[in-house]
């Protein structure tokens, strides 16, 4: 009993590991993102949604040749999957053209909108049920991120844009939709496969962004010189998003949306090793304490989340069990593992 019961700890050790390492590399990859996008935004390019035509385009080309290759069931609904990909699109929008407007800073706080709307979604359409202690991690990393504001405000480092009222509103509408797509996307990776999630992702995302692109993106893009130095940026942002919609779906299933979305808070320190390493500029010492301060709540939530994700495997275990003597009512079983049982 006492080795089952060191077996199951190393197990849960190990699965909040990986979860807090995973959280960190896609943190790490949606920094390098903000940075390319502030990048095209500062050489005059303007079109956000060409960026993102590319990633969807890389995602069905790979997972959909993976997908013809295995012949697999379909398991969810087409029009589920068009409706991740057009919200997803839209957040992609709304906020890579925010960087037209206001400050990459701004962006990265204004960001944090998106963790009451996960617990908000999570609560009502999974289900998921957050203790006390959930509750105290994510307020103890937004006391990080808040930190950082402080830390800018005090170094006078934040930078204001064009119209930052403006840019500010679009990264909220962003983050909001954000919120539905990762909540979204939780659902659809536990429930249905990730390599069809991806597939139907891609192509949804690319057929959407290419309508989009061919109305609203044509003159800017003919309005570009396509040299070396524009086309990298494309390339990098096209590659490092394929990257983290392959990465994001592991992470959903082990530690769920609402641990993607607070690690996503740590990536305004990690902008700020890439302005100490890569842009050579001072920081203020108060985003060393961020960075401490926002890994600690990490830390606090994934330990409780990983609590409560075993309860409900316990109690599908159970139902499971009965089933071989009983059948039990679907709205009894759906109830007890916090899934949905209409449409998204």
Request: with cysteine.
């Amino acid at each position: 009993m006492a080795m089952a019961f060191d077996f199951n700890e190393m197990n849960k050790t190990k699965k909040t590991l990986i979860g807090l390492g995973l959280g960190q590399i896609l943190s790490l990859l949606c920094t390098s993102n903000a940075f390319t996008s502030s990048e095209l935004a500062r050489k005059g390019i303007n079109a956000p949604t060409s960026q993102s035509f590319l990633s969807y385009t890389l995602l069905a080309v790979v997972y959909g040749g993976i997908m013809l290759y295995q012949r697999p069931t379909i398991k969810g609904k087409w029009y589920h999957y068009f409706l991740l990909a057009l919200v997803d699109v839209e957040g992609n929008f709304l906020v890579v053209k925010a960087n037209q407007y206001t400050s990459i800073t701004s962006i990265m706080l204004l960001d944090c909108w998106a963790i009451p709307c996960v617990l908000v979604l999570t609560w009502i359409f999974l289900q998921t049920k957050y203790r006390l202690m959930n509750i105290s991690g994510v307020f103890i990393c937004i006391a990080g991120v808040v930190m950082v504001l402080f830390s800018d405000v005090h170094a006078g480092s934040r930078a204001g844009g064009s119209n930052p009222v403006k840019g500010d509103f679009l990264v909220l509408a962003g983050a909001t939709l954000y919120a539905v797509s990762n909540t979204t996307e939780e659902f659809l990776v536990k429930n249905a496969d990730t390599v069809e999630l991806m597939t139907f992702m891609g192509l949804f995302g690319a057929i959407i962004s290419a309508i989009q692109v061919a109305i609203f993106e044509q003159g800017e893009l003919k309005a570009i010189h396509w040299s070396a130095d524009a086309v990298f940026p494309f390339l990098r942002f096209a590659i490092t998003m394929f990257l983290i919609y392959s990465l994001l779906p592991v992470l959903l299933r082990t530690n769920g949306s609402t641990m993607f979305t607070l690690s996503l808070l740590t990536s305004d320190m990690w902008a700020v090793l890439i302005r100490i390493f890569a842009y050579h500029e001072k920081v203020d010492w108060l985003y060393y304490l961020a960075f401490a301060t926002t890994a600690i709540g990490l830390i606090i939530y994934s330990m409780k989340e990983k609590d409560e994700e075993e309860e409900r495997e316990e109690q599908r275990k159970k139902l499971l069990d009965k089933e071989e003597g009983e059948t039990i009512p679907d709205s009894l079983i759906v109830a007890s593992t916090g899934t949905l049982t209409k449409g998204i």
